[in-house]
């Protein structure tokens, strides 16, 4: 099979006429910190999820600063988290003095086994994070359930789900918080950033407070007409403010997610079709329950060869690809500062697994190339031969 001649990356954010429009006319306003359009930015994802409150972030990193810190979350405190996730929210648990206790998945679906919770809950256990893995919710009736029955918060990391509904409830509406990405690989972006949604009214001043050096009021509020630009601090707090620059290519983006989630649907049905049947990988499962998939990533097992040599056939192939994640529990400086789990099913998963590219702006014919290219590099076809 002949190489493509340009390289088809992991991701690219589709970027068009509403973003470009919408980013040159903030930019024209000089209004471009936080300001109306962030306020609109969080209206939207109110609306969409149905939550009470959304705070605009730099990053949902961030956002998990900001939670922890707002429900007082510290030394001596544990938090249960699946190990197959971005690091950061590890990382912000240990920042925080905390301890993160890892709960295995399901090897076929890569989401959080609400089973294994409840094994891990101890007297010192004050939050359960469940990860909407790739797109797809996990089991909120179970996992809300347990917490419930034991008092602990529930922080949604949603990063990978604008678009995800778990029996008709979007991420982010159960009552609880959620924390959404938006770096550019996501569904939709606003360069870097990231939004909370919750309905807590005390949890709202606290964390308004926090995202803005401790300040009630932001610049907009201080500097915009009428404002005023006096303020106190109670306590302080950090710089994690959204600018409306930002929210400008969000909103537009917002407007585009059915389009958007659409398209990846599509493609993940001719990556199905394509690869059905494929020897030596096993395609991503979806879970049982009713819900609706973001589609964020398109994740596959790699059985028949080991990974990295994969990834290398795949850049002669001049295609890109991710891994999503590796296995927390395994890094090192987590093994050395709260010692070693075994996780199965986790670790059954972690070293086969391979995100494949995905993005609104792919072509059939991409999704064609990476199927054509995957069946050479695995040396069979669907029908078995070589």
Not at 141 to 159: F, K, N, S, Y
Request: hydrophobic share 40%.
């Amino acid at each position: 099979m002949k190489t493509r001649k340009n390289f088809l990356p992991l991701n690219r954010p589709s970027i068009g006429k509403t973003e470009i429009a919408n980013v040159t006319a903030c930019l024209r306003s000089q209004w471009i910190t936080t300001g109306p359009l962030c306020k609109t930015f969080e209206e939207r994802f109110q609306d969409l999820t149905g939550a009470r409150h959304a705070i605009s972030l730099s990053s949902a990193t961030a956002g998990m600063h900001l939670t922890f810190t707002a429900l007082g979350i510290g030394p001596g405190d544990e938090v249960i988290t699946p190990s197959l996730t971005f690091a950061s929210t590890v990382n912000m648990i240990a920042l925080h003095g905390a301890r993160p206790v890892f709960a295995d998945i399901h090897y076929d679906t890569l989401l959080m086994n609400a089973d294994d919770i409840e094994a891990r809950i101890t007297t010192r256990t004050r939050a359960i994070i469940p990860v909407h893995f790739a797109g797809a919710p996990a089991e909120m009736d179970r996992i809300l359930e347990i917490a419930d029955r034991h008092r602990l918060a529930v922080i949604e990391d949603a990063a990978h789900a604008v678009g995800t509904r778990y029996r008709g409830i979007h991420t982010g509406g159960f009552g609880r918080t959620a924390i959404f990405s938006f770096h550019p690989i996501k569904n939709i972006t606003t360069g870097e950033g990231g939004l909370i949604t919750h309905s807590d009214d005390q949890l709202e001043k606290k964390l308004r407070l926090l995202r803005f050096h401790g300040i009630e009021r932001d610049a907009w509020k201080r500097y915009g007409k009428g404002g005023n630009p006096g303020y106190d601090i109670e306590t302080p707090g950090w710089k994690y403010n959204l600018t409306d620059i930002q929210a400008a290519l969000g909103i537009a983006q917002l407007s585009r997610l059915a389009e958007f989630n659409r398209r990846r649907e599509e493609l993940v049905a001719l990556y199905r079709e394509a690869l059905k049947g494929t020897a030596g990988m096993e395609l991503p499962v979806d879970p049982a329950y009713p819900h609706d998939h973001a589609h964020h990533l398109f994740v596959v097992k790699i059985l028949a060869m080991e990974r990295k040599r994969f990834m290398d056939k795949l850049s002669d192939y001049n295609i890109g690809y991710g891994l999503h994640f590796p296995a927390c529990h395994l890094l090192k400086y987590v093994k050395d500062r709260f010692g070693i789990v075994h996780l199965p099913e986790t670790e059954r998963a972690a070293g086969k697994i391979l995100s494949l590219p995905l993005f609104p702006d792919m072509t059939d014919g991409d999704v064609a190339y990476v199927c054509k290219s995957v069946r050479e590099i695995l040396g069979r076809t669907k029908g078995g031969g070589h």
